[in-house]
């Protein structure tokens, strides 16, 4: 089954159908690829610079919110100039078979599981931060330090630059697809683990909250309300990614079973989901972080205000040179 991809987007993830089903294959509209690119890598490179800009978000939390918005905006990018591709190919401006295309595919696909995997890191290191910042408030700061904070980011970015090449350069390998469907399932597993644990101590600290003295009790309630941030943002992926996961793990268990066809046949609403991922998550730092949203509002202030004095005075300008005419 062919997905919108130059080649074979993510040829682990896709094969050709061996077997007759009933089941139509899904197509979504390129123009519907090339919107949700556009929103999500303009909403997570946003977010990205808001983290920058502002100090007050220059925090262990922000930092992997700042790679998570990260990894979205290579996710978002790779799609999108995949799909730009496929209008010039579709224009016959471009050959799918060359190599030149096929390698720049290969590039596209390397970012997007490199994304996969950075979500789920990043998801992990954020749940790290929230145990730590409930159940260790006093030690916080000396546990997350900005120093720990990067070593832990540039450990993140190098394993999974790596994963992801591997992964496109060994895809026809079994092993590969296992790595991705077990990395995907283990990750959920160990955060659904932690998410018990922490919420069943935090119900046991609960009534204690209030009684603690000064910062300790304020870096617990929002350490609290953090991992319910951390809640919606898990959710959101495992609906988003869950459904190409399990494309996946269709293909090795019953390539040619036509129940699994069918599945297998919706594929490229699967991709719209996956995209989807990165347009929803901004929405939600910007609705769960008042300073995220006052960093966004005096973003576009500045902008508006750039805006309007570049517009006065080129009107100025104009104003003098016809005087002086």
Same mark, same amino acid.
């Given at each position: 089954m062919e997905s919108p991809s130059l080649g074979s987007d993510l040829p682990m993830m896709s094969s050709n159908k061996s077997q007759v089903t009933d089941c139509p294959e899904v197509v979504i509209p390129i123009q519907i690829f090339l919107v949700i690119g556009f929103v999500s890598l303009s909403e997570n490179l946003l977010v990205v610079v808001a983290v920058i800009h502002n100090k007050n978000l220059h925090s262990p939390m922000y930092c992997f919110i700042c790679?998570? !918005?990260a990894f979205n905006t290579i996710s978002s990018l790779s799609k999108t100039w995949e799909n730009i591709m496929l209008v010039f190919r579709d224009a016959g401006h471009l %050959?799918?078979?060359? !190599?030149?295309?096929?390698?720049?595919? %290969?590039?596209?696909?390397?970012?997007?599981c490199m994304s996969f995997v950075g979500s789920i890191f990043s998801f992990l290191a954020i749940a790290a931060d929230r145990y730590i910042t409930i159940f260790h408030a006093l030690h916080y700061h000396t546990l997350m330090t900005m120093r720990r904070t990067a070593a832990i980011l540039t450990?993140?970015?190098?394993? @999974?630059?790596?994963?992801? !090449?591997?992964?496109?350069?060994?895809?026809e390998a079994a092993a590969v697809k296992i790595f991705f469907v077990v990395v995907f399932f283990t990750a959920l597993l160990f955060i659904l683990l932690l998410y018990v644990h922490m919420f069943l101590l935090a119900r046991y600290h609960a009534s204690r909250i209030a009684a603690m003295p000064g910062s300790a009790g304020h870096n617990r309630r929002s350490g609290l309300k953090g991992a319910?941030?951390?809640t919606i943002l898990l959710g959101v992926f495992v609906v988003c990614w869950a459904p190409l996961s399990l494309h996946l793990l269709i293909i090795m268990i019953c390539p040619e079973n036509p129940y699994c066809e069918c599945y297998r046949s919706l594929f490229q609403l699967h991709v719209v989901l996956l995209m989807s991922h990165a347009v929803v998550d901004p929405a939600i730092y910007a609705y769960r972080s008042?300073?995220?949203?006052?960093?966004?509002?005096?973003?576009?202030?500045?902008?508006?205000?750039?805006?309007?004095?570049?517009?006065?005075? @080129?009107? @100025?300008?104009?104003?003098?040179?016809?005087?002086? !005419?």
């Open positions: 790679s998570l !918005a %050959n799918s078979r060359g !190599a030149p295309e096929l390698r720049i595919d %290969n590039v596209m696909d390397t970012l997007l450990t993140i970015w190098v394993l @999974c630059s790596v994963s992801g !090449a591997l992964m496109i350069r060994f895809f319910l941030t951390l008042a300073e995220l949203r006052n960093t966004f509002r005096k973003m576009f202030l500045c902008s508006t205000q750039a805006q309007n004095f570049i517009k006065d005075t @080129c009107e @100025c300008s104009i104003s003098n040179a016809l005087q002086r !005419a």
